[in-house]
Nanobody
Framework: VQVVESGGGLVQAGGSLRLSCALS????????MGWFRQAPGKEREFVAS???????????EYGDSVKGRFTISRDNPKSTVYLQMNSLKPEDTAAYYC????????????????WGQGTQVTVSS
């Protein structure tokens, strides 16, 4: 099983970035995908998640600090989840991690069984 993030980088405040996360080795549609972030000296924080329900499609959740600015989406044929980040702020600076959980999504990091190595996002003021 591999979880591979990409798309991080340095951006000015107010700018945008799109993170991608590719999952291999599992049946993607059976897994909820989540994004978490961790800044130095802080705990890992829930950012967003997306589940796939056969009869309902994708369902999403967002952390309060990113609601209205970030959008999570998934492409099941490509086994990839995206995090579109707009109106970025310096406080969004962190390592961003993608994770997979069988079934429905959760806001709790310890409920995800598969993790990527992370991608750094730095927002300058």
């Amino acid at each position: 099983v591999q979880v591979v993030e990409s798309g991080g980088g340095l951006v000015q405040a107010g700018g945008s970035l799109r993170l991608s996360c590719a999952l291999s080795g599992l049946t993607f549609s059976n897994y909820a995908m989540g994004w978490f972030r961790q800044a130095p000296g802080k705990e890992r924080e829930f950012v967003a998640s997306v589940s796939w329900i056969t009869w309902a499609g994708a369902t999403t959740e967002y952390g309060d600090s990113v609601k209205g600015r970030f959008t999570i989406s998934r492409d099941n044929p490509k086994s990839t989840v995206y995090l579109q980040m707009n109106s970025l702020k310096p406080e969004d600076t962190a390592a961003y991690y993608c994770a997979a959980r069988y079934g429905y999504s959760s806001r709790k990091a310890d409920e995800y069984g598969y993790w990527g190595q992370g991608t750094q996002v730095t927002v300058s003021s």
